[in-house]
């Protein structure tokens, strides 16, 4: 037994075969014992230290202490403690492949019983491809703690060599405070999985193979339990064999046990279906609860709170049968052989099969699809219900009927139809075909197809008509009358008859448009090409130009007192009135923009842009950082931003998420003064840039926009997307 005892500096210290003590005290240390034989205790002190005990086959203790620390016992065979202490730190005791002569692989997978504790301090915690029964636990902080399964097939020169190193242990996995993840997926074991406090993210989904001529898959086999705790979580068994528990505990959870894919050899896709018998238990709070593709017998309880079902059944192997009683909220799902009995579910998300429906909802507010086949029969129950109704690739116009009185309908199509009752708003995509559509008493969406002399009621409620001619033959002609609420829409050799719409969602064709929307809130949007007359008519109307692809750069008016307005680009062009909001993108060019007095989005695209906003609160958009300067002339830090896209301005290196800018990633001054900081305002010049690591050695800022001097610019006038 030897005791090796390090210095306050930075040591690299080695055991031998004995059982020794390594302790490595203050600096940054390395203490090793790597294929040792004995049973080791070593301690990394104060500092940031790397605790090394890969490939031994003792009963090993490795303690961090503060500081953020690495410890690896990676293919160990003892029964091993290792402690991170305060910090942030790594712990492993993955299994491993090495790679010998004929290139065939040796697995070296962990297979003591171990324990893993993370301490405070935001921790990685591994026990990948481990065979024992494991103890993870987080510890305070935002932890990731996984056991995954892995599975690697390779085919070597001396044949088919299959190597796997699934976790095969029972493992336990505690995330404690914090927002942790907490994985066990293509795990074998009977796992427990419980995320404590915080907004946690639990997952035993079937893993990925990497496989190359075998047909393996490594999806979780065992009986596993999840508990997400409290705060909002995500429980995720997707593709999973077992017969899995699922409880979300308070907050609003999300739990899943739908089916996914394998990817096979040669690219092939294996269908992992969940398999097992599930229960999941919402809990406390608003939860959702998805089953898709799993066709075991599963048991669904939202608990307390306004609880959501989602079922996708579009590639089930028979139609759907449903029951619901609404005095004890219990009921039953079928489709093919995926089976779910549930309870306290207040609402349904279902998409029908390409069979025969029947779909009852509950007393909630559902979503009710049906699929692309069959006659359907729908009963939305109490709430208001959505039926979605997709005949786009029918093979004959649609024809309905409703009946206002009773709330009963009727929708066919080719060889498909659906009676329908109690649905409050319908969402129908039209045919290539003649459509006669009617709506409910409710807020419809009508969207016609792209061809075809279509008849359109929207009937009672406030009713969107959407309508695509994109592709049309012609330039699209319009009529409307206020007062009878009657309007007609043609475009080369297709054409609409409405009435009782409230708004217009119309997209223009390439040719001479001309549009005249309702008295409602309508958004008419013209891409380039043709010289188009746009009348908003009455309501809050959008009007949205893209001229990306334009021969010659925008210049625009706007005449606030008349509300006319003009934007022309190359032979493109647009001649306005009664549009109280813009969406502009501009062209590569040095555009001018002029915006409305209401609300606009203007984005200039390439070329030294001059964007101005008008009144209104408005957003300049700048996808790209080098999309030259532009110029914002009104811009009012008050309350307008300035919207970037992540993934080009380095999401990755740059570190920006979705969302309000962080205060961390703005100054005000001539240049970056933290690591953190990208976007830098000159408040005496009034130049906006961007410094993607907040360092004058590397990436040099750069210039993007031009506003004025002086403004009280903060992080919130940023926002990514």
């Known amino acids: 037994m030897t005791n090796i005892m390090g210095t306050n500096g930075n040591d690299t210290l080695f055991g031998s075969n004995d059982a020794d003590t390594i302790n490595g005290k203050a600096g940054n240390d390395t203490l ?39 410890l690896r016992a990676k293919g160990s065979k003892g029964d091993n403690l290792l402690s991170g202490g305060d910090g942030n730190d790594f712990l492993d005791i993955f299994g491993d492949f090495l790679l010998e002569s004929f290139g065939d692989l040796k697995d070296f997978a962990s297979t003591g019983n171990n324990t893993l504790n993370g301490g405070s301090g935001n921790d990685t915690l591994g026990a990948n491809g481990s065979k024992g029964d494991n103890l993870l636990s987080g510890g305070d902080g935002n932890d990731n703690i996984s056991i995954f399964g892995r599975l690697l097939s390779l085919f070597s020169n001396a044949g088919n060599s299959d190597s796997d190193s699934v976790s095969t242990g029972n493992n336990t996995l505690n995330g404690g405070a914090g927002n942790d ?55 995720k068994a997707s593709g999973s064999k077992g017969d899995n528990l699922l409880s979300g505990g308070d907050g609003n959870d999300f739990l899943d046990i739908s089916g996914d894919f394998l990817l096979e050899s040669f690219g092939d896709l294996k269908d992992s279906v969940s398999t097992g018998n599930n229960t999941l238990n919402g809990g406390s709070g608003n939860d959702t609860l998805g089953a898709s593709g799993s066709i075991g017998d599963n048991l669904l309880d939202g608990g307390t709170g306004d609880d959501l079902l989602f079922v996708d059944y579009k590639n089930a192997i028979g139609g759907i049968a449903t029951t619901f009683n609404a005095t004890t909220k219990t009921g039953s799902i079928t489709a093919g052989t995926s089976r779910i009995s549930y309870k306290n579910i207040e609402r349904f998300n279902i998409l029908g099969t390409a069979f025969d429906d029947n779909i009852v909802g509950n007393s909630g507010n559902d979503t009710l699809s049906t699929g692309s086949g069959g006659k359907d029969t729908i009963d939305g ?64 969406t009508l969207s016609t197809g792209s061809g075809g002399k279509d008849t359109i009621d929207g009937s009672k409620g406030n009713d969107l008509l959407f309508a695509d001619y994109t592709n049309a033959t012609g330039g699209i002609a319009t009529t409307f009358s206020a007062t009878t609420n009657i309007g007609l829409i043609t475009a080369g050799t297709s054409g609409i008859s409405y009435k009782n719409i409230e708004q217009l969602n119309i997209l223009g064709t390439a040719y001479n448009d001309n549009i005249v929307g309702t008295s409602g809130n309508d958004t008419l949007s013209m891409g380039s090409g043709g010289k188009d007359t746009i009348d908003g008519g009455k309501g809050d109307d959008l009007l949205s130009v893209n001229y990306t692809n334009a021969t010659g750069k925008i210049t625009s008016t706007f005449n606030a007192t008349t509300k006319t307005g003009s934007i022309t680009a190359g032979t493109s062009g647009v001649s306005y ?56 002339y009104d811009f009012n830090a008050t309350n307008e931003v300035i919207q970037v896209l992540a993934s080009s301005y380095y999401e990755s290196l740059g570190g920006l998420s979705p969302g309000t800018l962080l205060a961390t990633q703005f100054t005000i001054g001539t240049s970056a003064t933290t690591s953190e900081q990208r976007f830098i305002y000159n408040s005496a010049t009034g130049g906006l840039f961007l410094d993607v690591d907040g360092s004058a050695s590397g990436f040099t800022q750069l210039q993007f926009a031009q506003l004025s001097a002086g403004l009280s610019l903060t992080n919130n006038n940023f926002v990514v997307v």
């Open 381 to 444: 129950g109490k709430g208001d219900d959505f039926l979605f109704v997709d005949y786009t690739n029918a093979t004959g116009g649609i024809a309905t009927t409703f009946n206002a009185t009773t709330n009963i309908g009727l929708i066919t199509a080719g060889t498909s139809g659906i009676s329908y009752k109690n649905i409050e708003q319908l969402n129908i995509l039209g045919t290539a075909y003649n459509d006669n559509i009617v709506g409910t008493s409710g807020n419809d």
């Open 32 to 70: 090793d014992v790597e294929y040792s034989t004995g049973n080791n205790t070593l301690i990394g002190g104060t500092g940031n230290d790397t605790l090394n005990a890969e490939y031994s086959t003792g009963d090993n203790t490795l303690n961090g202490s503060p500081g953020n620390d690495t």
């Open 577 to 632: 009135k009664n549009i109280e909001r813009l969406n502009i993108s501009g062209t590569t060019d040095n555009d001018n923009i002029v915006g409305t007095s209401g609300n606009d989005t203007l984005y200039g695209g390439n070329g030294n842009d001059t964007l101005y906003g008008g009144d209104g609160i408005d957003t300049f958009v700048f996808n790209e950082y080098y999309q030259n300067v532009d110029s914002l």
């Open 181 to 235: 993840t907490l994985s066990a997926s293509g795990s074998t074991g009977d796992n427990l999985l419980s995320g404590g406090a915080g907004n946690d993210f639990l997952d035993i989904s079937g893993a990925f193979s990497i496989a190359y001529r075998t047909n393996e898959d490594s999806r979780s086999t065992g009986n596993n339990t999840l508990n997400g705790g409290s705060g909002n979580d995500t429980l």
